[in-house]
């Protein structure tokens, strides 16, 4: 049998730093677990425009769309923000996204018990706190037409289109639904249906494709309500899917619940290839960093993290994921931290590579 093929995408700034610690760990599945993968390495953003001119290759568009996933650093940086918009790092990961189709944008927020204090909200809100928000990412208010700025009598008009056909929110709802059968069989669906007409399609085909899963148990919530909620107490949630807009938003509330951006994993989902995974790539919420890039700080984890991610859905190896977050916890547990997970009154931080060493021993 051939090995599951996994194609690496450092990209930009500390990108390529936090990708050197995942190596090492794919390396130790590979020679500890008998876990082996086809590892490729390719250009992206700043690096793919610096070798290439173009910020994707379209060789490197084809291999994405060949590999079973895709790991991808960051991309971009301040010596790129002269280009034109139309070879700027950001749209090597937009065509990415694009061109795969990846719909289904999975961020968790987790909170690793070490850092329960680390959180702005109590402690006991946050401690233990494992859940998933599902954001719609290819369509609605940031796609829809008409938009633009138009002249409308004597003064200019701004213009966003919010639209989701069926078809658009029965796939992300299916997804959904997929990703709480494989967790705790719990789906908050978050609209406004009270306000917007998209929001009550919503709710309605959400609660059609939920009759396909039974076992799951499905409520409905108001977009805005669940922002309250989510704050309140986010350990009523399990998954949660909801549109782009609402999305943007409360995944990025959700994941500050747990406390550092270089904590943070994604992953962005499309449709069933021919071995029935889905096509993904995954990435780590942060960006390149450019502050810290190049001086050994940047926190390994939330790359480290979005690797445990495609273990657990594209390569169906949902133990060794665990594996792998269970050393993170016990590395965070022994009191080790990179500069971002400290405090102003920290001790000493550990570089990017010690961090990886110490979750590579534990
Ligand atoms: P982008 O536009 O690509 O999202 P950004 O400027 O919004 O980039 P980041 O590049 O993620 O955001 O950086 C935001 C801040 O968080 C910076 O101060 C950066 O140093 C810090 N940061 C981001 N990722 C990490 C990490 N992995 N480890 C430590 N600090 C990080
Ligand atoms: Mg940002």
Redesign the pocket.
Known sequence: MTNPSLLILPGD??GPE?MAEVRKIIDWFGAKRGLNFDVSEDLVGGAAYDAHGTPLHDDTMARAHAADAVLLG???GPKYDVLDFSVKPERGLLRLRKEMDLFSNLRPAQCFDALADFSSLKKDVVAGLDIMIVRELTSGVYFGEPRGIFEEGNERVGINTQRYTESEIARVARSAFELAMRRGKKLCSMEKANVMESGILWREVVTEVGRDYPEVELSHMYADAGAMQLTRWPKQFDVIVTDNLFGDLLSDLAAMLTG???MLPSASLGAPMANGRPKALYE?V???????AGQG????I?CILSFAMALRYSFDQGAEAARLEAAIETVLADGLR???LMGPDGGTPVSTAGMGDAILAA
């Open positions: 700034g500390i936090v960051a991309v971009g550092s951006l270089g780590p942060h960006g390149s960093a450019p502050d810290i700080k940047a926190n390994p939330a990179t500069a971002d």
